[in-house]
């Protein structure tokens, strides 16, 4: 009886989670998985086959790079090897939300399990609402928006399949492509620090450049290359002069504490 609280109240959050269906970030996604149907259709991949892409790849730019790899005729080896390599620019976004969702007793499969769901909607979602989420409840609150992200997209693949047939395909283009406008709108917002902001600034950049300058390897090097400088420009800039700032107000109130 005494564990019946905290089960109900792990519950609301899993429900408070399920809600976010509704939030901002969730509708403009599900209307891109809208343009997504339409892409698959186009390229000859089958409704089940978007389905299962749907739920198992989830993240709308690897699907891309699948039914293009597919398409194009190349091998189960390179499609692993470009599917996983554009999935890596995920890991800091799970590594930036693990932290905040954690608490001691979380055990480390459950995190594995969930970080499948962490694409831009639910990092963006995550980041921008769990400041209101107790930190015992992020778990499931997580969880509940991102099974219901999940399932819901990889229902509505499956039932407008057939009817984006009938879309123009630049009302396709512009459906796909609402999720990546929003996110380059919205991460600046969520940028809780310093090394984000600087990093986003030097992939808006450094990405459409490379694009001309070395296309097929831009995004590699603007995210490796970029987030590098990044990281190196707040620790040894930004952070160095905040530093320095605090030293000299410090000294700064010495002579007067002794007057």
């Not at 892409?39 to 299962?52: D, H, K, N």
């Not at 929003?182 to 620090?193: C, D, E, L, N």
């Not at 603007?222 to 952070?239: H, S």
Request: charged share 10%.
């Amino acid at each position: 009886m005494a564990s019946a609280p905290p089960a109900l109240s792990q519950g609301r959050w899993f429900l408070a989670g399920m809600r976010g269906l509704f939030s901002l970030p969730a509708v403009i996604l599900m209307i891109s998985f809208v343009g997504f149907s339409a892409f698959a259709l186009e390229s000859g991949v089958s409704r089940t086959e978007a389905m299962v892409m749907t739920a198992t790849v989830w993240a709308l730019p690897a699907k891309m790079i699948l039914i293009g790899t597919m398409t194009s005729g190349a091998n189960l080896l390179a499609i692993f090897l470009a599917v996983s390599l554009s999935s890596i620019r995920l890991m800091p976004m799970v590594a930036s939300l693990v932290p905040e969702m954690r608490n001691d007793r979380t055990p480390t499969w459950l995190l594995l399990i969930l970080s499948h769901f962490v694409a831009i909607t639910a990092w963006v979602f995550a980041m921008s609402s769990f400041k209101e989420v107790p930190r015992e409840a992020r778990i499931a609150y997580f969880a509940g928006f991102g099974i219901t992200l999940v399932t819901v997209n990889t229902v509505l693949v499956g039932v407008s399949f057939g009817l984006v047939a009938s879309f123009p395909p630049v009302v396709a283009g512009l459906l796909f492509f609402l999720t990546p406008v929003y996110f380059i709108a919205s991460i600046w917002a969520t940028g809780r620090q310093s090394v984000v902001k600087v990093a986003f600034v030097v992939g808006v950049v450094a990405g459409p450049l490379l694009a001309v300058l070395v296309p097929g390897f831009d995004i590699l090097i603007a995210g490796l290359g970029g987030g590098t400088v990044a990281y190196l420009f707040d620790r040894y800039v930004i952070r160095k002069g905040q530093s320095s700032v605090a030293e000299r107000g410090e000294g700064s109130g010495q002579p007067e504490e002794a007057v």
